[in-house]
C-alpha cells in the first residue's frame, strides 16, 4: 500500500518539486526501507528463505547465478554513489547561505575524497537518493516474492509433479504475478487519469496547476501541462508511463490467450481496458507541445509499431486490429487536440544563434544581410541582424544592433558599458527610399563604421547619447540575434541572408566568399546562413532558449572540477559564481542532465550512475526472474531509452516524481528475465 501511494502521490503533487511534497516522497521511501531491513532481520534470525520468482521456482543454473552477481553488484554501486554523496556533503568546502547570496568556505575539509562547493544542497539531494534507494530495493524485493496465493499454487504443482513423473512443472508458462499486475494497474490508472485531467486542463485555457495554484514561473497555459509548471516534465512522465501501460497490456492479453487458450473469446478479460489507457497517456505529451516530448513519444510510437509488427505472427487478429486502433488513435487524437499550438512552437522562427567566434567580442566587425524593406512604414520597430555577447539579451553592453524605425529611419548603433551609452549611424528616410525592394547591405565596423547598400557606400549621420563608447571600442560576437522573431513573416521574412565576419571586408570579397568557401573562413566568417531556404534546417536549429549559455556554464565547472564535481545539486548557486554580469539569466537547471551529472557528480560519480544503468539494461538478456517475452522488456526499454534521449536537451531526473517512475521502469527490468 506504501507503494501505491507513492505511485499516487508523486505526480500530483504538482510533479513532487515542492519541498514539502519531497518530504513526504522521502519519508515514504524512508518507511519502506525500514520495513525492507525488518524483513531482512527476521530472514536471517529465523534462517526463513522466502519463495521467489525466478529463483525458489526454478532449478539453479547460470542464470540464476549471473542474476545475484547483477544484483550484488548494483547494491555495490548504490552503496558507493549514496557514500559519494554522503562524503561529499560531510567533507564540503563551502556552504551557500540562502537569503544573503554568498557562500562560506571551510578550511578543514579533505581535498583527496568528495567535497562540495554547497553542502545544503548536498545534504537534500543525498537525503532524496537515500529514500528513492530505500524505494527501489524494497520494491524489487517485493515484486520478486510470491503472494500466499502463488506459494500455495506452486507447492501444490511442485507434489503433483513428483507424484507423477509424466509431468513436470512448466517453467516457460508466461505468469504475471500478482503483485505486479496490482502495481501496473495502478500506474496505469493514475498515468490515462493524469493525462486525460492535464488535457482537459489545457483545453479549458486556464493557468493554474490543477485549476489550484498559480505557480511562479511558467504562468501561462501553454507552458504548463497538469499539475506540472513546466510542460516538457509532464510530457516525460507520461512518456514513461504509456509504453509501461502498452507493454502491460500486451502480456496480459499473451498471458490470457495462453493460459484460456480453449475458453477465450474476443473482448474478454480485464486487459481490454488497458488499450484505451495507453491510448490516452500517449495522447498527453503530444497535447503538451513540448518539442523534445512530441519527438520522443513520435520515436517510441514508431518504435512499438516495428516491435510489434516484428511479433505479429505470433499474435492473433484481435491483438493485430488493437496495435492497429492504439496507434491511429494516438496520431488522429494528438493531431486534432494538440497539433494547432504545437504546429505554432515548431514553426515558429528561430532568431538566435551561437556564432563559431573564438572569442566572445571583437574589434573588427562585418556583417552582411539581404532583406527585404517593407513598401510602407511598418508600425513596430523591425530589427536587423545584432551581435552579442551574450544569448540571453540582445540589447545589453558591447551589443552591434542594426534595426528601422517605425518611422521609417535605418539605425546602426554600439552599446557601451551600459544600455544607456551608445554611439550610433543613421538614414533618415530609409525606408520611402527603399521601400518594397530587396536590398543588399553590408556594415563594417573597425575604427569607423562605413554603410554599404547595393555595394555602394553611403553617407551616414552620427549622434550619441551619454558615455559613448568609440567605434573602436570591442562588440560581442558569440551570438547572432537575427530580427529578434519578426522573421515569421511569410515564413522566411524579409530577412533572406545573414553572415557575420571578424575582420574588415568590402562588397566584393562577398561574391568572392561565396565562389571560395575556404576563403571565406580565413577572412574572419563566424556565421553563414541562407534564410530563405525552408525546411528540416530551420526545425533542427530551432531557438534553444539560452541553453548554449549554460551548456557553457557546465563545461566551465567540468573544467574547473573534473573528478569529483562541484557536488550532487549544487549546480543552481554554484552557476551564480560563473555568471559574467548581471545581464546573464540565474538558471536551476542545465537543461542537459548529463553535463550536469559530470559537472555536480565528476567523472568518479558520473561513472558509477552510467556503471548502475548498464546493470539495469542488461539483466532481462541474461538474468534470472519472471519470465516474460521481449515485447514487455521492450516497451519498458522505449520509456526509458526516450527518459534518456530527453535527458540530453532537458532535466527529467532533476524531477522527483520522473525520476521516481523512472526507477520503477528500472526495477521492473530487474526483476523479468528472458528465461527464468
Known amino acids: 500500500m506504501i507503494i501505491y501511494v507513492s505511485i499516487l502521490f508523486g505526480p500530483w503533487a504538482f510533479g513532487t518539486t515542492q519541498t514539502w511534497a519531497i518530504q513526504v516522497m522521502n519519508g515514504i521511501g524512508y518507511s519502506l526501507g525500514v520495513l525492507f531491513i525488518s524483513k531482512w532481520v527476521i530472514r536471517m534470525v529465523y534462517r526463513y528463505r522466502p519463495h521467489r520468482w525466478g529463483f525458489s521456482d526454478c532449478p539453479a543454473s547460470w542464470r540464476t547465478r549471473i542474476s545475484k552477481i547483477f544484483t550484488a553488484v548494483l547494491a555495490i554501486l548504490t552503496v558507493a554513489i549514496l557514500t559519494f554523496c554522503f562524503i561529499s556533503a560531510w567533507n564540503a568546502r563551502a556552504n551557500y547561505v540562502l537569503g ?287 551581435v552579442s555577447p ?114 574588415s571586408i568590402v562588397p566584393s570579397d562577398i561574391s568572392l566568399f561565396d565562389s571560395m568557401p575556404d576563403l571565406a573562413k580565413e577572412s574572419g566568417l563566424i556565421y553563414f546562413n541562407d534564410f530563405a531556404q525552408k525546411g528540416l534546417y530551420s526545425f533542427l536549429n530551432s531557438d534553444t532558449s539560452g541553453r548554449d549559455e549554460i551548456f557553457n556554464t557546465a563545461q566551465k565547472i567540468i573544467h574547473d572540477f573534473p573528478l569529483f564535481g562541484s557536488g550532487p545539486g549544487s549546480f543552481p548557486h554554484v552557476n551564480s559564481i560563473y555568471m559574467e554580469n548581471s545581464y546573464q539569466y540565474w538558471h536551476s537547471y542545465v537543461h542537459d542532465d548529463y553535463l550536469e551529472t559530470l559537472a555536480t557528480f565528476g567523472i568518479v560519480g558520473f561513472s558509477i550512475i552510467m556503471a548502475m544503468l548498464m546493470v539495469v539494461l542488461i539483466h532481462w538478456f541474461v538474468g534470472s526472474g519472471i519470465f516474460q517475452y521481449f515485447p514487455f522488456a521492450a516497451m519498458i526499454l522505449i520509456g526509458i531509452g526516450g527518459c534518456l534521449a530527453h535527458a540530453k536537451f532537458d532535466f527529467p531526473f532533476q524531477v522527483y516524481s520522473i525520476l521516481h517512475i523512472f526507477l520503477i521502469n528500472c526495477c521492473l527490468l530487474m526483476t523479468i528475465a528472458r528465461k527464468a
Open 100 to 386: 544573503f547570496g554568498y557562500f562560506d568556505y571551510f578550511d578543514d575539509f579533505n581535498k583527496s575524497l568528495p567535497h562540495s562547493y554547497d553542502a545544503g544542497a548536498t545534504w537534500s539531494a543525498f537525503y532524496n537518493y537515500l529514500a528513492l534507494a530505500c524505494f527501489f530495493w524494497s520494491m524489487r524485493d517485493w515484486l520478486l516474492g510470491k503472494s500466499r496465493r502463488e506459494r500455495h499454487a506452486f507447492m501444490t504443482e511442485e507434489t503433483e509433479s513428483t507424484s507423477s513423473s509424466a509431468r513436470k512443472p512448466r517453467f516457460r508458462q508466461l505468469v504475471l504475478p500478482e503483485r505486479m499486475k496490482r502495481l501496473l494497474w495502478v500506474i496505469s490508472c493514475n498515468a490515462a487519469l493524469l493525462s486525460m485531467v492535464s488535457i482537459i486542463q489545457r483545453l479549458d485555457g486556464g493557468n493554474k496547476l490543477l485549476w489550484l495554484l498559480e505557480p511562479r514561473w511558467n504562468k501561462t497555459n501553454e507552458s504548463q501541462f497538469g499539475p506540472y509548471a513546466y510542460r516538457s516534465n509532464a510530457a516525460q512522465y507520461l512518456n514513461l508511463a504509456w509504453p509501461l501501460c502498452l507493454g502491460f497490456w500486451w502480456a496480459s492479453q499473451r498471458a490470457f490467450s495462453e493460459n484460456f487458450r480453449r475458453t477465450a473469446r474476443v473482448g474478454q478479460g480485464a486487459h481490454v481496458v488497458l488499450l484505451p489507457m495507453a491510448i490516452v497517456t500517449a495522447i498527453g505529451p503530444l497535447v503538451a507541445t513540448s518539442r523534445g516530448g512530441v519527438l520522443v513519444s513520435i520515436l517510441g510510437t514508431f518504435s512499438a509499431i516495428i516491435l510489434f509488427t516484428l511479433f505479429a505472427q505470433r499474435t492473433n487478429w484481435v491483438t493485430r486490429i488493437g496495435i492497429t486502433v492504439l496507434f491511429s488513435a494516438v496520431i488522429g487524437l494528438g493531431a486534432w487536440l494538440g497539433w494547432e499550438p504545437l504546429q505554432k512552437r515548431l514553426a515558429a522562427p528561430t532568431f538566435k544563434f551561437t556564432t563559431s567566434a573564438t572569442e566572445s567580442t571583437a574589434d573588427q566587425v562585418s556583417i552582411f544581410t539581404r532583406f527585404t524593406v517593407p513598401a510602407v512604414a511598418d508600425k513596430k520597430t523591425l530589427y536587423l541582424p545584432i
Open 390 to 503: 551574450l544569448q540571453t539579451i540582445h540589447s545589453g553592453p558591447k551589443s552591434l544592433i542594426s534595426r528601422i524605425l517605425s518611422n521609417g529611419e535605418l539605425q546602426i548603433y554600439l552599446v557601451g558599458t551600459t544600455t544607456g551609452d551608445y554611439i550610433m549611424k543613421y538614414i533618415p528616410g530609409f525606408t520611402a527610399q527603399y521601400a518594397g525592394q530587396e536590398v543588399e547591405m553590408l556594415w563594417v565596423k573597425t575604427d569607423e563604421l562605413a554603410v554599404y547598400i547595393n555595394g555602394d557606400r553611403v553617407e551616414v549621420s552620427e549622434r550619441k547619447t551619454g558615455n559613448a563608447p568609440s567605434w573602436s571600442s570591442p562588440a560581442g560576437v558569440a551570438f547572432l540575434w537575427n530580427g529578434i522573431g519578426n522573421t515569421a513573416k511569410a515564413n522566411g521574412g524579409y530577412i533572406s541572408r545573414t553572415q557575420v565576419f571578424t575582420k
